[in-house]
């Protein structure tokens, strides 16, 4: 199983109609549109825009000239090929924010208390401990410690214990929302 994200799954619809939705919102399909838009904002930059035609044969000769024009290099970002790539980037990254937002909604209100003992072994950020306290003062000690980082926890009674469930910056992730949502409003 990968652990790498997909693009947006469609159940239903023809396998075409699939294949291209899950390529639209990928996340290499939107670095593609920038590593282009990029490349094209550099030639916007470097190569004068809007000058007269005459300019252009001047600084370039005749030949390049007309080659240049025919692609668009004269008004970058206005040609259609830019605008396209524009519309693109705008579409795959509305997919990523709408594949992604129910998951970062979710996780804001989940602690994940109810994994098994074995699946939080694979947790980055884990501890373990026995406290020379009953069960009402350790949690409250552990409750204070926490809280005293910035950290919000959950504690479950257990079999074999407590667990305790504490997770910090969960907001942070509406940051996500916030900045691809920015990327397709300046896109628009």
């Not at 694979?122 to 406290?131: I, R, S």
Request: net charge positive.
């Amino acid at each position: 199983m990968s652990a790498t994200p997909v693009g947006l799954e469609v159940k239903g619809g023809s396998r075409w109609v699939q294949e291209a939705v899950e390529l639209l919102s990928s996340m290499r399909f939107a670095i593609a549109l920038l590593t282009i838009i990029c490349i094209a904002s550099v030639i916007g930059t470097v190569v004068q825009q809007h000058q007269p035609p005459v300019n252009y044969v001047n600084q370039f000769g005749p030949f390049w000239s007309e080659v240049f024009g025919r692609l668009g290099l004269y008004a970058v970002y206005s040609a259609g090929w830019f605008l396209l790539i524009l519309a693109f980037l705008v579409t795959s990254t509305s997919l990523c924010v709408a594949r992604h937002t129910p998951k970062i909604l979710g996780d804001l209100r989940n602690y994940k208390e109810n994994i098994r003992e074995s699946a939080l072994l694979a947790f980055h950020l884990k501890g373990k401990g026995v406290l020379p306290l009953s069960r009402e003062q350790a949690l409250a000690r552990v409750n204070e410690v926490l809280s005293g980082d910035g950290w919000k926890g959950k504690a479950q009674v257990r079999d074999a214990g407590v667990m305790v469930a504490a997770r910090q910056g969960a907001a942070n992730k509406l940051g996500y929302i916030a900045a691809h949502s920015a990327i397709v409003l300046i896109c628009l």
